[in-house]
């Protein structure tokens, strides 16, 4: 098997396992109570906010939120912090390209009464800076834009965006769960109020994130009950979860750009290959301002879910833009705001690489990339008649 869908999730890294079993046999006493076990649990979690807080670039550990997703920490942002500054005005600004977990927390906030505002972004799925400063209105409390996204790949100027906004009053959020790991993410340097990130997409354990929220910054919780996490996530903390996190955010962030390089030779190998042996074929996203290890294409007179089923067959794991409901496929939200024609959108592919790909994995991939397409372009009517 050839695993290329490190954007969907990646294995746990051993000494993430190694560090969150002790949590589970040993240091798994309630960290709220006052006996000693429960006071070593306490500092398995104190050390693991600190780490965290430390490898963003936080000043503070209790800038750092634990929650149970990437997901959790995204709605938590999105109408955490709506709510909270409801007085102060009911506009959102966030892009058409965002994840889910933010797309349908904006349509929520505006079944709240909220007005959302969500940008285009150019064909390579890059949203202008000058843009958002233009949407402001006066009544702009909160903007979203993803540091980096899910399936292209492309970078988002969002410490332009964040330094055009200073001192302007206005949130400026970022949902980061692809980059952190993956790309150097400083939170003071990107400027940003809050930040998001999940665990399982840097080889830690899945139902485990965190929200950055800057010192001061108000945010509505959504969760009510014991008042853990400063009260602004109740309920028992997962320390193991939260320990596997911080252990795989180090080590993400150690050898972090040597990692990224060899991440991005691949890449471009296998992109290389794939659009010099295929004719209509394109990458999707920007070109250069890209996640080191994202791949993404669209493919003439390819269906991209019978290409994964192709695939499959050759033991290559891959995933499609595309969402199947009812039998009709529709692109995906992000193809259709980069303009591609539908028909190209239909063929989407993405193969995003991780630490443990070989070179050799690379060829076998692009070699059969280039005979599963050749293979349902044989098939297709067009081509048959
Ligand atoms: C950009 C982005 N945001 C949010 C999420 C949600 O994270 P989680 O799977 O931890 O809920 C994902 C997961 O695919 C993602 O790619």
């Not at 959020?173 to 930040?195: K, M, S, W």
């Amino acid at each position: 098997m050839i695993y290329l869908d490190h954007a969907a999730t990646t294995a746990v890294a051993p000494e993430v396992v190694e560090a969150m079993l002790a949590c589970f046999t040993q240091v798994y006493a309630n960290p709220s109570n006052v006996h000693r076990p429960a006071l070593e649990a306490r500092r398995a979690l104190d050390r693991a906010r600190q780490s965290v807080a430390g490898n963003l670039g936080a000043r503070q550990p209790g800038e750092i939120v634990f929650t149970a997703s990437g997901t959790e920490a995204d709605n938590m942002a999105i109408l955490g912090l709506a709510r909270a500054h409801r007085e102060r005005g009911d506009h959102v600004i966030t892009t058409r390209i965002e994840h889910h977990a933010i797309l349908h927390a904006c349509d929520e906030l505006q079944r709240e009464g909220f007005r959302i505002t969500r940008l285009p972004v150019d064909e390579w799925g890059r949203v202008d800076p000058q843009a958002v400063v233009e949407a402001r209105e006066p009544g702009t409390i909160l903007v979203s834009v993803m540091l980096a996204n899910n399936e292209i790949g492309t970078l988002q100027p969002v410490e332009e965006i964040a330094s055009a906004l200073k001192g302007s009053g206005i949130l400026v959020h970022t949902d980061a769960v692809q980059a952190v790991g993956h790309i150097p993410v400083d939170v003071e340097q990107l400027g940003v109020d809050a930040l998001s990130l999940s665990a399982h997409k840097f080889h830690g354990p899945k139902g485990v994130g965190a929200l950055y929220l800057r010192s001061g910054v108000r945010l509505q919780p959504l969760v009510f009950g014991g008042g853990q996490e400063r009260g602004l996530r109740s309920g028992t903390e997962n320390v193991p979860g939260i320990v596997g996190l911080a252990r795989a955010l180090e080590l993400a962030c150690q050898g972090r750009e040597e990692r990224a390089e060899r991440l991005r030779e691949l890449r471009d190998r296998l992109v290389g290959r794939i659009l010099g042996e295929l004719s209509g074929a394109r990458l999707t996203g920007h070109p250069e301002l890209r996640l080191p290890g994202t791949a993404s294409f669209v493919f003439q007179d390819a269906e991209g879910e019978s290409l994964l089923l192709q695939l499959d067959r050759k033991g290559i794991c891959a995933s499609t833009g595309s969402a199947c409901s009812n039998a009709t496929l529709e692109p995906s939200h992000v193809l259709k705001a980069l303009g591609l024609p539908l028909q190209l959108a239909h063929g989407s592919l993405r193969l995003t690489l991780g630490r443990e790909n070989t070179p050799e994995e690379i060829d076998q991939a692009a070699q059969a990339v280039v005979e599963a397409v050749g293979r349902l372009r044989s098939l297709a009517p067009r081509a048959r008649s």
